[in-house]
């Protein structure tokens, strides 16, 4: 099994629609994140959590939630989706002594019509 | 306002020549810098680092070299393989434990 899993791979939805992107990982790392990718634009943050009861704002959280659950649990919620939102995200993990190597997951391909 | 800039989207090279990936930075307080390589359906790994207290970082194939005063990070792999054909994309941040900034990520075709 995938050190950090990401449900679901793919998903298509309309405008307007609630959805989740579901994290869950095995490495027992205390941060975990959320990126976006979009084509030429590379990474980028949109929400973070450095334990449980720790939600920090990226540079890109506007239109988005998150639900730190647990420790090995991280949800993405996009609460009204709308056709700008399409992208692929990534969720990823790391630890404060891990200097920044995050391991990531393979990613949520999101399509909003 | 992009802070890592990675201005080639694509490089193209024979196997077993060299592959030099560039980047540059503007946030003086950068002070650590990573680069990850992503294949297609699957998320980034981590490759290598390297921190401002240094100016040149080794692993087997790869070499990062850092110019501080330039704000300019390269990425060497010598020999290019097939199998380094990917996107990597350069990482920064003020410190090992702060929030990443990625560049835009330059597409690496290694030719057989």
């Known amino acids: 099994d995938a050190d950090v899993t990401q449900t679901p791979r793919n998903r298509i939805t309309k405008t307007g629609k609630r959805i989740m992107l579901e994290c869950s990982q095995t490495?027992?790392?205390?941060?975990m994140y959320w990126y976006r990718q979009d084509p030429g634009l590379g990474l980028r943050l949109i929400y973070y959590s450095f334990d449980v009861k720790d939600i920090n704002k990226g540079e890109i959280s506007d239109g988005y939630s998150v639900s730190r659950q647990a420790q090995a649990k991280f949800s993405l919620s996009l609460e009204s989706a709308i056709p700008n939102q399409t992208a692929l995200y990534f969720c990823?993990?790391?630890?404060?002594?891990?200097?920044?190597?995050?391991?990531f997951g393979a990613g949520s391909r999101l399509t909003v019509l | 306002d992009q802070q890592v800039k990675q201005n080639s989207p694509s490089l193209s090279v024979q196997e077993g020549r060299i592959s030099i990936l560039n980047c540059d930075y503007t946030n003086s307080m950068f002070d650590y810098f990573l680069w990850y390589k992503k294949y297609p359906a699957e998320g980034p790994t981590f490759l290598i680092s390297i921190s401002s207290i240094k100016d040149k970082n080794e692993d087997g194939r790869f070499t990062v070299f850092l110019n501080k005063s330039a704000k300019h990070l390269s990425l060497h792999i010598v020999p290019s393989q097939p199998g380094d054909s990917a996107v990597y994309f350069c990482?920064?941040?003020?410190?090992?434990?702060?929030?990443?900034?990625f560049g835009k990520g330059t597409l690496l075709t290694v030719n057989p």
């Open positions: 490495k027992g790392h205390d941060r």
């Open positions: 990482a920064a941040s003020p410190g090992s434990n702060y929030k990443l900034t």
């Open positions: 990823a993990t790391g630890t404060e002594s891990g200097a920044n190597v995050l391991t």
